[in-house]
């Protein structure tokens, strides 16, 4: 065979090779096509794509789902906060000790003064409110005046929070103490009146500025305004104090009503009433 020829043949057999190796790819294709088709369920887990199931990957897709905007940020979301539960008085003298001060028949969104406690555990939950948009409190005191008291109050300052301190009377000044008992804490400005729920433990480490509950104490009642979140002096010269030392294992609802009210109680005013009642309906001789 002479050389041209056979490089003649050899080009014949590469282009058969070729034009073989063309028709059959499709064919190939086509079979792989109808196997994962019609493999049943071989064919069909090999026609799914490949899925984690692990909790971290469930998680994470369900948080791009639901937590992530179209541009792949997180959407802000603000934490839940639980609705202030209002005071119940219907409690006062049953299962807690209530002190009401104001008009007769007031309850702790009406009176200008209202205090509650409970026992709960080893703690006393103390409820407060006042008609203020300052600051309203509680002292604990050994005798009926200011002066060495420890003090619990709730501070409506300027950004509509009211937040839990703890102060000490120095005479008739209150120093803020940075130890504060207090846990629990919640408290809401409404209706120009500040109230708040906190507790404190009953029994607390040998200190000046803390009292052990568990004794009795003198109550001290007192509100007032403040400014730019700090507490000034008190609404009244002469804030109402519990008449008899106070003992957490008693509960009673006990009312006090204010000096715009206190003038008709008085024993002398009614007597006085009674005269000109009397004067009037005999006539004068």
């Known amino acids: 065979m002479s050389v041209r020829s056979r490089g003649a043949w050899r080009r014949r057999l590469l282009v058969l090779v070729l034009l073989a190796g063309s028709a059959a790819s499709p064919a190939e294709e086509g079979g792989g096509r109808r196997e994962a088709a019609g493999g049943g369920e071989h064919g069909e887990e090999a026609a799914r794509p490949h899925h984690d199931s692990s909790y971290g990957t469930f998680a994470s897709e369900f948080y791009d789902l639901r937590y992530l905007s179209e541009e792949g940020y997180p959407f802000p979301t603000a934490p839940p906060v639980d609705p202030f539960a209002k005071i119940r008085v219907d409690d006062c003298g049953k299962t807690k000790g209530c002190f009401r001060y104001g008009k007769p028949g007031c309850n702790a969104e009406t009176c200008d003064y209202f205090l509650s406690y409970r026992r709960i555990g080893a703690d006393v939950e103390f409820e407060l409110s006042a008609d203020t948009d300052g600051w309203v409190a509680v002292g604990f005191s050994s005798d009926k005046k200011m002066g060495g008291d420890d ?135």
């Open 151 to 285: 003090v619990m109050a709730c501070v409506h300052d300027d950004n509509g929070r009211v937040r839990i301190q703890h102060f000490y009377n120095v005479g008739q000044w209150a120093k803020e103490i940075q130890r504060n008992p207090a846990r629990d804490e919640e408290g809401v400005f409404e209706n120009n009146r500040v109230t708040c729920r906190f507790k404190r433990p009953v029994y607390v480490p040998r200190e000046e500025t803390i009292v052990d509950l568990h004794l009795s104490w003198y109550y001290l009642f007192a509100w007032g305004p403040a400014i730019q979140g700090s507490i000034t002096r008190h609404d009244i010269d002469s804030p109402p104090v519990s008449e008899r030392v106070v003992s957490i294992y008693k509960y009673e609802d006990i009312f006090m009503p204010s000096a715009a009210y206190q003038t008709f109680s008085s024993p002398f005013c009614l007597l006085l009433i009674v005269a000109l009642t009397f004067y009037l309906l005999m006539g004068t001789p």
